[in-house]
Protein backbone atom coordinates (compact mmCIF):
# COMPACT_ATOMS: atom_id res chain seq x y z
CA UNK A 1 0.00 0.00 0.00
CA UNK A 2 1.31 3.34 -0.95
CA UNK A 3 -0.03 6.65 0.47
CA UNK A 4 0.74 10.15 -0.13
CA UNK A 5 3.07 12.21 2.49
CA UNK A 6 0.63 14.38 3.39
CA UNK A 7 -1.66 11.98 4.07
CA UNK A 8 0.36 10.18 7.13
CA UNK A 9 -0.22 12.22 10.40
CA UNK A 10 3.32 12.66 12.59
CA UNK A 11 2.14 10.17 15.36
CA UNK A 12 1.91 7.34 12.18
CA UNK A 13 5.75 8.66 10.90
CA UNK A 14 6.86 8.04 14.87
CA UNK A 15 4.96 4.41 15.09
CA UNK A 16 6.43 3.24 11.73
CA UNK A 17 10.46 5.10 13.22
CA UNK A 18 9.24 2.86 15.99
CA UNK A 19 8.80 -0.16 14.53
CA UNK A 20 11.87 0.48 12.47
CA UNK A 21 13.90 0.84 15.54
CA UNK A 22 12.05 -2.25 16.96
CA UNK A 23 13.00 -4.46 13.79
CA UNK A 24 16.37 -2.93 13.39
CA UNK A 25 17.07 -4.22 17.61
CA UNK A 26 16.28 -7.49 16.82
CA UNK A 27 18.58 -7.97 14.23
CA UNK A 28 21.24 -5.81 15.67
CA UNK A 29 20.68 -8.28 19.02
CA UNK A 30 21.15 -11.20 15.87
CA UNK A 31 24.41 -10.02 14.49
CA UNK A 32 26.12 -8.33 16.99
CA UNK A 33 24.97 -10.13 19.75
CA UNK A 34 26.71 -13.55 18.59
CA UNK A 35 29.91 -12.07 20.26
CA UNK A 36 28.94 -12.06 23.79
CA UNK A 37 28.90 -16.08 23.08
CA UNK A 38 32.32 -15.92 22.94
CA UNK A 39 33.27 -16.69 26.99
CA UNK A 40 30.80 -19.81 26.18
CA UNK A 41 32.58 -21.10 23.18
CA UNK A 42 35.90 -20.16 24.70
CA UNK A 43 34.98 -22.14 27.92
CA UNK A 44 33.95 -25.42 26.15
CA UNK A 45 37.16 -25.45 24.50
CA UNK A 46 37.20 -23.73 21.33
CA UNK A 47 39.80 -21.69 20.41
CA UNK A 48 39.36 -18.33 20.04
CA UNK A 49 40.31 -17.88 16.19
CA UNK A 50 37.29 -20.48 15.33
CA UNK A 51 35.15 -19.32 18.23
CA UNK A 52 35.45 -15.84 16.46
CA UNK A 53 35.12 -17.14 13.13
CA UNK A 54 31.36 -19.05 14.42
CA UNK A 55 30.33 -15.66 15.84
CA UNK A 56 31.07 -14.13 12.99
CA UNK A 57 28.50 -16.02 10.30
CA UNK A 58 25.06 -13.98 11.02
CA UNK A 59 27.35 -11.06 9.79
CA UNK A 60 28.33 -13.12 6.95
CA UNK A 61 24.85 -14.11 5.67
CA UNK A 62 23.84 -10.84 6.21
CA UNK A 63 26.73 -9.42 3.72
CA UNK A 64 26.04 -11.78 1.25
CA UNK A 65 22.00 -10.39 1.19
CA UNK A 66 22.17 -6.50 1.89
CA UNK A 67 22.35 -5.24 -1.75
CA UNK A 68 19.25 -7.78 -2.46
CA UNK A 69 17.62 -6.37 0.00
CA UNK A 70 18.18 -3.13 -0.89
CA UNK A 71 16.77 -3.89 -4.42
CA UNK A 72 13.75 -5.36 -2.76
CA UNK A 73 13.38 -2.29 -1.50
CA UNK A 74 13.67 0.02 -4.13
CA UNK A 75 11.59 -2.35 -6.51
CA UNK A 76 8.82 -3.60 -3.58
CA UNK A 77 8.72 -1.86 -0.82
CA UNK A 78 9.95 -0.95 2.56
CA UNK A 79 7.02 -3.25 4.29
CA UNK A 80 7.47 -6.53 2.09
CA UNK A 81 11.11 -6.43 2.93
CA UNK A 82 10.99 -5.86 6.58
CA UNK A 83 8.31 -8.69 7.37
CA UNK A 84 9.83 -11.39 5.16
CA UNK A 85 13.45 -10.78 7.11
CA UNK A 86 12.32 -10.61 10.54
CA UNK A 87 10.41 -13.61 9.57
CA UNK A 88 13.47 -15.59 8.40
CA UNK A 89 15.78 -14.63 10.82
CA UNK A 90 12.63 -15.49 13.42
CA UNK A 91 12.52 -19.10 11.97
CA UNK A 92 16.42 -19.90 12.11
CA UNK A 93 16.57 -18.26 15.48
CA UNK A 94 14.52 -20.74 16.82
CA UNK A 95 15.59 -23.65 14.69
CA UNK A 96 19.14 -22.94 15.92
CA UNK A 97 17.97 -23.39 19.77
CA UNK A 98 16.44 -27.12 18.85
CA UNK A 99 19.21 -28.13 16.86
CA UNK A 100 21.73 -30.74 18.41
CA UNK A 101 24.01 -30.73 14.88
CA UNK A 102 27.00 -28.62 14.88
CA UNK A 103 26.88 -28.24 11.07
CA UNK A 104 23.06 -27.13 11.05
CA UNK A 105 23.73 -24.64 14.10
CA UNK A 106 26.49 -22.39 12.43
CA UNK A 107 24.07 -23.12 8.65
CA UNK A 108 21.35 -21.70 10.82
CA UNK A 109 23.76 -18.87 11.96
CA UNK A 110 24.23 -17.96 8.69
CA UNK A 111 20.42 -18.07 7.62
CA UNK A 112 19.22 -15.57 10.32
CA UNK A 113 22.16 -13.24 9.38
CA UNK A 114 20.22 -13.09 5.50
CA UNK A 115 16.93 -12.52 7.07
CA UNK A 116 18.32 -9.60 9.24
CA UNK A 117 20.14 -7.93 6.81
CA UNK A 118 16.15 -6.59 5.60
CA UNK A 119 15.68 -4.30 8.17
CA UNK A 120 19.11 -2.61 7.46
CA UNK A 121 17.60 -1.13 4.16
CA UNK A 122 14.27 -0.52 4.69
CA UNK A 123 14.22 1.00 8.11
CA UNK A 124 16.14 3.70 6.61
CA UNK A 125 14.22 4.54 3.80
CA UNK A 126 11.23 4.65 5.49
CA UNK A 127 12.98 7.77 7.40
CA UNK A 128 13.99 9.07 4.38
CA UNK A 129 10.65 8.69 2.93
CA UNK A 130 8.45 10.08 5.98
CA UNK A 131 10.91 12.81 7.49
CA UNK A 132 11.46 16.04 5.85
CA UNK A 133 15.28 17.24 5.83
CA UNK A 134 15.03 19.05 8.79
CA UNK A 135 13.98 16.59 11.22
CA UNK A 136 15.63 13.66 8.80
CA UNK A 137 18.87 13.72 11.21
CA UNK A 138 17.40 13.07 14.71
CA UNK A 139 14.90 10.44 13.12
CA UNK A 140 17.57 8.49 11.38
CA UNK A 141 19.64 8.98 14.55
CA UNK A 142 16.78 7.57 16.21
CA UNK A 143 16.89 4.77 14.29
CA UNK A 144 20.27 4.02 14.07
CA UNK A 145 20.59 3.68 17.91
CA UNK A 146 18.75 0.84 17.54
CA UNK A 147 22.10 -0.68 16.72
CA UNK A 148 23.92 -0.09 20.00
CA UNK A 149 20.65 -0.71 21.91
CA UNK A 150 20.81 -4.15 20.60
CA UNK A 151 24.07 -4.67 21.61
CA UNK A 152 23.73 -3.45 25.06
CA UNK A 153 20.84 -5.79 25.25
CA UNK A 154 22.58 -8.92 23.72
CA UNK A 155 25.33 -7.90 26.24
CA UNK A 156 23.16 -7.70 29.04
CA UNK A 157 21.01 -10.85 28.07
CA UNK A 158 22.90 -13.24 25.95
CA UNK A 159 25.79 -14.62 27.89
CA UNK A 160 23.65 -14.88 30.90
CA UNK A 161 21.23 -17.28 29.14
CA UNK A 162 24.08 -18.89 27.44
CA UNK A 163 25.50 -19.62 30.97
CA UNK A 164 22.37 -20.66 32.76
CA UNK A 165 20.41 -22.47 29.76
CA UNK A 166 23.06 -23.21 26.63
CA UNK A 167 24.59 -21.40 23.87
CA UNK A 168 21.70 -22.50 21.65
CA UNK A 169 18.89 -21.00 23.93
CA UNK A 170 20.47 -17.69 23.70
CA UNK A 171 19.54 -17.34 20.31
CA UNK A 172 15.95 -17.13 21.28
CA UNK A 173 15.98 -13.60 22.57
CA UNK A 174 16.52 -12.31 18.88
CA UNK A 175 14.19 -15.00 17.48
CA UNK A 176 10.92 -13.98 19.35
CA UNK A 177 11.67 -10.28 19.20
CA UNK A 178 12.29 -10.67 15.14
CA UNK A 179 8.91 -12.71 15.50
CA UNK A 180 7.37 -9.64 17.19
CA UNK A 181 9.06 -7.10 14.82
CA UNK A 182 7.47 -8.98 11.84
CA UNK A 183 3.71 -8.99 13.03
CA UNK A 184 4.56 -5.42 13.79
CA UNK A 185 5.53 -4.35 10.85
CA UNK A 186 2.87 -6.41 8.99
CA UNK A 187 0.16 -4.48 10.80
CA UNK A 188 2.06 -0.54 11.07
CA UNK A 189 4.04 0.04 7.84
CA UNK A 190 3.13 1.84 5.27
CA UNK A 191 5.35 2.01 2.30
CA UNK A 192 6.36 5.81 1.54
CA UNK A 193 5.13 6.89 -2.35
CA UNK A 194 7.96 7.51 -4.79
CA UNK A 195 7.76 11.06 -6.39
CA UNK A 196 7.00 11.05 -10.09
CA UNK A 197 10.57 11.62 -11.85
CA UNK A 198 12.41 11.61 -15.32
CA UNK A 199 14.31 8.95 -16.34
CA UNK A 200 17.44 11.09 -15.65
CA UNK A 201 15.99 11.44 -12.20
CA UNK A 202 16.44 7.26 -11.87
CA UNK A 203 20.00 7.11 -13.44
CA UNK A 204 22.79 5.67 -11.22
CA UNK A 205 24.03 8.13 -8.98
CA UNK A 206 27.32 6.02 -8.63
CA UNK A 207 28.81 6.63 -11.92
CA UNK A 208 30.52 9.98 -12.67
CA UNK A 209 30.93 10.88 -9.09
CA UNK A 210 32.92 9.79 -6.49
CA UNK A 211 30.93 10.98 -3.13
CA UNK A 212 28.70 7.91 -2.04
CA UNK A 213 32.00 5.72 -2.71
CA UNK A 214 33.87 7.88 -0.32
CA UNK A 215 31.48 7.74 2.41
CA UNK A 216 31.18 3.97 1.93
CA UNK A 217 34.82 3.28 2.29
CA UNK A 218 35.40 5.92 5.59
CA UNK A 219 32.36 4.14 6.85
CA UNK A 220 34.28 0.85 6.52
CA UNK A 221 37.27 1.78 7.92
CA UNK A 222 35.18 3.73 11.11
CA UNK A 223 33.22 0.20 12.00
CA UNK A 224 37.17 -1.13 12.64
CA UNK A 225 36.60 0.48 15.82
CA UNK A 226 33.14 -0.80 16.34
CA UNK A 227 33.63 -4.20 16.00
CA UNK A 228 36.51 -4.19 17.78
CA UNK A 229 35.15 -3.03 21.00
CA UNK A 230 31.49 -4.65 20.50
CA UNK A 231 33.40 -8.22 19.95
CA UNK A 232 36.19 -7.89 22.05
CA UNK A 233 35.45 -5.11 24.81
CA UNK A 234 33.90 -8.03 27.28
CA UNK A 235 36.48 -10.54 27.06
CA UNK A 236 38.86 -7.96 27.36
CA UNK A 237 37.06 -6.37 30.75
CA UNK A 238 36.47 -10.29 31.90
CA UNK A 239 40.19 -12.32 30.70
CA UNK A 240 42.45 -9.25 31.32
CA UNK A 241 40.47 -7.47 34.10
CA UNK A 242 39.48 -9.92 36.02
CA UNK A 243 36.05 -8.66 36.14
CA UNK A 244 32.93 -10.89 36.34
CA UNK A 245 31.00 -11.87 33.19
CA UNK A 246 27.68 -10.04 35.08
CA UNK A 247 30.07 -6.46 35.50
CA UNK A 248 31.37 -6.28 32.46
CA UNK A 249 28.18 -7.10 30.49
CA UNK A 250 26.61 -4.48 33.13
CA UNK A 251 29.15 -2.00 31.88
CA UNK A 252 29.07 -2.44 28.11
CA UNK A 253 25.71 -2.54 28.56
CA UNK A 254 26.04 1.13 29.82
CA UNK A 255 28.31 1.99 26.71
CA UNK A 256 25.91 0.84 24.17
CA UNK A 257 22.96 2.48 25.52
CA UNK A 258 25.42 6.12 25.51
CA UNK A 259 25.85 4.69 22.22
CA UNK A 260 22.26 5.30 21.20
CA UNK A 261 22.31 8.48 22.64
CA UNK A 262 25.40 9.61 20.64
CA UNK A 263 24.04 8.32 17.30
CA UNK A 264 20.81 10.63 18.15
CA UNK A 265 22.67 13.64 19.17
CA UNK A 266 25.20 13.36 16.25
CA UNK A 267 21.57 13.42 14.06
CA UNK A 268 20.57 16.44 15.64
CA UNK A 269 24.27 18.47 15.32
CA UNK A 270 23.76 17.41 11.56
CA UNK A 271 20.60 18.56 11.33
CA UNK A 272 21.37 22.02 13.11
CA UNK A 273 24.24 22.69 10.95
CA UNK A 274 22.77 21.78 7.51
CA UNK A 275 25.26 19.16 6.76
CA UNK A 276 26.18 15.28 7.09
CA UNK A 277 29.55 15.44 6.54
CA UNK A 278 30.87 17.80 8.68
CA UNK A 279 30.03 15.96 12.04
CA UNK A 280 31.21 12.58 10.47
CA UNK A 281 34.82 14.27 9.47
CA UNK A 282 34.81 15.09 13.14
CA UNK A 283 33.70 12.04 14.73
CA UNK A 284 36.63 9.93 12.72
CA UNK A 285 38.97 12.37 14.39
CA UNK A 286 37.63 11.62 17.57
CA UNK A 287 37.57 7.80 16.88
CA UNK A 288 41.07 7.64 16.28
CA UNK A 289 42.57 9.70 19.22
CA UNK A 290 40.29 7.68 21.94
CA UNK A 291 40.93 4.47 20.10
CA UNK A 292 44.71 5.58 20.32
CA UNK A 293 45.22 6.68 23.75
CA UNK A 294 43.13 3.15 24.74
CA UNK A 295 45.67 1.18 22.96
CA UNK A 296 48.41 3.04 24.95
CA UNK A 297 46.47 2.66 28.16
CA UNK A 298 46.00 -0.52 27.91
CA UNK A 299 50.08 -1.51 27.25
CA UNK A 300 51.13 0.22 30.00
CA UNK A 301 48.36 -1.42 32.09
CA UNK A 302 46.59 1.99 33.39
CA UNK A 303 43.31 0.25 33.75
CA UNK A 304 42.07 3.10 35.54
CA UNK A 305 42.00 5.66 32.28
CA UNK A 306 41.81 2.24 30.04
CA UNK A 307 38.23 1.87 31.32
CA UNK A 308 36.86 5.83 30.85
CA UNK A 309 39.05 5.55 27.40
CA UNK A 310 37.01 2.09 26.36
CA UNK A 311 33.61 3.75 27.08
CA UNK A 312 34.27 7.02 25.42
CA UNK A 313 35.74 5.37 22.76
CA UNK A 314 32.59 3.15 22.11
CA UNK A 315 30.10 6.00 22.05
CA UNK A 316 32.51 7.77 19.48
CA UNK A 317 32.61 4.80 17.37
CA UNK A 318 28.97 4.20 16.95
CA UNK A 319 28.20 7.55 16.22
CA UNK A 320 28.83 8.41 12.67
CA UNK A 321 26.62 5.75 11.42
CA UNK A 322 23.74 7.43 10.94
CA UNK A 323 25.34 10.37 9.62
CA UNK A 324 26.96 8.49 7.04
CA UNK A 325 23.33 6.78 6.59
CA UNK A 326 20.97 9.95 6.11
CA UNK A 327 24.07 11.63 3.66
CA UNK A 328 23.84 8.12 1.62
CA UNK A 329 20.08 8.13 1.09
CA UNK A 330 19.70 11.64 0.24
CA UNK A 331 22.18 11.90 -2.46
CA UNK A 332 21.18 8.20 -3.99
CA UNK A 333 18.06 9.50 -4.10
CA UNK A 334 14.44 7.42 -3.50
CA UNK A 335 15.03 5.20 -6.23
CA UNK A 336 18.36 3.86 -5.54
CA UNK A 337 18.34 5.06 -1.52
CA UNK A 338 17.73 0.89 -0.73
CA UNK A 339 20.35 -0.17 -2.97
CA UNK A 340 23.22 2.63 -1.73
CA UNK A 341 22.40 1.78 1.67
CA UNK A 342 22.33 -2.35 1.16
CA UNK A 343 25.92 -1.07 -0.65
CA UNK A 344 27.22 0.93 2.88
CA UNK A 345 25.82 -2.16 5.05
CA UNK A 346 27.68 -4.57 2.88
CA UNK A 347 30.77 -2.63 3.18
CA UNK A 348 30.69 -2.18 6.96
CA UNK A 349 29.13 -5.94 8.02
CA UNK A 350 31.74 -7.27 5.63
CA UNK A 351 34.80 -5.18 7.75
CA UNK A 352 33.11 -6.68 10.93
CA UNK A 353 32.66 -9.86 9.36
CA UNK A 354 36.73 -10.09 9.41
CA UNK A 355 37.47 -8.70 12.70
CA UNK A 356 36.34 -11.44 15.19
CA UNK A 357 38.51 -14.14 13.61
CA UNK A 358 41.41 -11.70 12.41
CA UNK A 359 41.59 -9.81 15.70
CA UNK A 360 40.78 -13.02 17.85
CA UNK A 361 44.02 -14.56 16.26
CA UNK A 362 45.93 -11.42 16.87
CA UNK A 363 44.62 -11.17 20.43
CA UNK A 364 46.15 -14.37 20.96
CA UNK A 365 49.44 -13.89 19.48
CA UNK A 366 49.83 -10.11 20.89
CA UNK A 367 47.22 -9.16 23.47
CA UNK A 368 44.56 -6.34 23.26
CA UNK A 369 47.01 -3.15 22.78
CA UNK A 370 48.00 -4.26 19.17
CA UNK A 371 43.97 -4.56 17.75
CA UNK A 372 43.46 -1.00 19.49
CA UNK A 373 45.97 0.15 17.61
CA UNK A 374 44.92 -1.34 14.71
CA UNK A 375 41.46 0.08 14.71
CA UNK A 376 43.09 3.64 15.65
CA UNK A 377 45.02 3.74 12.32
CA UNK A 378 41.64 2.75 10.35
CA UNK A 379 39.99 5.40 12.00
CA UNK A 380 42.70 7.74 11.16
CA UNK A 381 42.56 6.69 7.20
CA UNK A 382 39.24 7.75 6.92
CA UNK A 383 39.42 11.00 7.82
CA UNK A 384 41.14 12.08 4.70
CA UNK A 385 38.76 10.22 2.57
CA UNK A 386 35.26 12.24 4.33
CA UNK A 387 33.99 14.68 1.23
CA UNK A 388 33.92 17.94 1.52
CA UNK A 389 30.04 19.31 2.86
CA UNK A 390 28.65 21.08 -0.91
CA UNK A 391 28.50 24.64 -0.56
CA UNK A 392 25.01 25.80 -0.15
Given at each position: ??VD??Q??????WLM?????????????F????P??????TA?GD?????????A???????????A?????????????L?A????M???????????S????????F?G?M??????????R???????P???????????????L?V?????TI??V???H??????????????L??????????????????????????R??????RI????I???????T??????L??????????????????V??F?GA??R??????????????T??????????????????TT????W????????????I???????A??????IA?P?????GL?????????????V???F???I?A???????????????????L???????
Open positions: MIVAIRDSRRLALGVFAQTSSSIIHGTFLLPALRSLASAGALVLPTMGLVCTLIWGYVVDKIGERVAVGALLCVAGVGAALVDPIAFAALLVGGAGSSNSASGLIVGWFPDRRGVAMGIRQAAQPGGIGAMPWAQHGISSALLVPAIMGGAAIGCLIGVIDPDRPPTKAADRANPYGDSTLWHAVSLLVIPQGLWTFGLWLHSDLGWSLAAAGALMTTQLAGIGAGAWSDRVGSRLPLRQVAIAAAITMAALAVWTDWWAAVPLMVAASVSVSDNGLFTAVAEGFWSGRGIQNTGQNLAIAFPPVGAVATGFPTVYALAAVGAAAAIPVPRSPRK
